[in-house]
């Protein structure tokens, strides 16, 4: 599975964002969850928003509840970030995030993490 992610940019406070990542390759049907994780500098990369496939449950930070939206088109393989009410402490790279089972006999519940390239969110106060 390969994510190409887009819709980074510069954003004045208030504003609004929506970051897009298409899924592609062979194990594509295999992904189990998609999300998008954020890392501020210096930190380690934290979840942000995350939905199952299967269930189409979401999953969202306590700081982005509310002003951040995830959702899927399941047609196009891909997956949106629709970011609104933008603060500078939103200013961080965003990654795109699958969840890809690659089960074996062995190991039926083992999954694989696959990342995007990162797009950078820089919101000016």
């Known amino acids: 599975v390969q994510l190409v992610e887009s819709g980074g940019g510069t954003v004045q406070s208030g504003g609004s964002l929506r970051l897009s990542c298409v899924a592609s390759g062979r194990s594509i049907f295999n992904i189990k969850a998609m999300g998008w994780y954020r890392r501020f500098p210096g930190k380690e990369r934290e979840l942000v928003a995350s939905a199952i496939v299967s269930s189409g449950s979401t999953e969202y930070a306590d700081s982005v509840k509310g002003r951040f939206t995830i959702s899927r088109d399941n047609a196009e393989n891909t997956v949106y970030l629709e970011m609104a009410s933008l603060k500078p402490e939103d200013t961080a790279v965003y990654y795109c995030?699958?969840?890809?089972?690659?089960?074996?006999?062995?190991?039926?519940?083992?999954?694989?993490?696959?990342w995007g390239q990162g797009t950078q969110v820089t919101v000016s106060s």
């Open positions: 995030n699958a969840r890809v089972s690659i089960a074996t006999i062995e190991d039926p519940y083992a999954m694989l993490d696959v």
